[in-house]
């Protein structure tokens, strides 16, 4: 894990707050059937403690950790006005944040300040613009607006979507566990990004460090359960899910 991306290793996901102010009709997060980013209706908008933020940086830092940091998870990074302070936090540590973003708040004033110190941008389809137009926009970052959607769990596309989950069956479950550490705004790590609701009993930041949470038996047992051929039919969360490496899955291309 404490490796270079290009090295095999994997991204560090710190989600400081809950909220995502599009309702993308393919993203899991709004298919979620048991609404866990919502209470009451409405977006769950709690963030995570400043100083859980920090700590989890310092302790990634201290693990060796050299590689990405993303401030999201199912969540809108721009929407935390502390967003430019821990993309600074992350550069003393050593770290290499990254911004995966719906577009909605990249303003002139947000760009100046994030231009090559977030090495990476990814934007949504769903934001105006071409790749050359927002490559225009940053003078040193590397900018990629994407082209396609990944099918995820719940994706509307029902067709599509059995054929996914087809193709993917009797696979194990590995790439998605290594590709990002995830730990959403309220601490609590996902196994992977379907993990809504903590299927696989995994440890929360609150309570236990980075190195706890990522080698305890909690996640080396849900590891080892996934990386069995057949595994996905003991879960029905893995059962719907069309996710599988290191197939490429299926992506819808979009126009713009």
Known sequence: MWWPREKGGC???????????????ECPRTLDPTRSRFRDGEPIRDQMSTKMVLDLLRQARDMGWTGPVHFSHYS??????????????????????ELYTNGNHLSVDI??????????????????????????????????TCESYHVLIWNPNKPLLERAINDAKGKPCVG???SAFRINYDGQMSMCYADFNNEFKLLNAKDHSLEEMW???????????????GARDGRKLCRECPEVYPDGGYYVPVVK
């Open 176 to 178: 998605p566990l290594f």
């Open 215 to 229: 080698f305890g038996d909690e996640h080396v047992n849900a590891v080892k359960e996934m990386s069995r051929l």
């Open 76 to 97: 809108e990074p721009l929407l935390d006005p502390r967003f430019i302070s821990f993309v600074n936090s992350a550069v003393r540590y050593g770290l290499k944040p």
């Open 11 to 25: 991204s560090l996901c710190i989600e400081t707050q809950a909220e995502c102010d599009n309702r993308c009709p």
């Open 111 to 144: 760009i100046k300040k994030i231009d090559g110190i977030v090495d990476y941008i990814v934007i949504s389809f769903r934001t105006p613009g071409t790749q050359d137009y927002w490559q225009s926009k940053f003078k040193k970052s590397k900018v990629n």
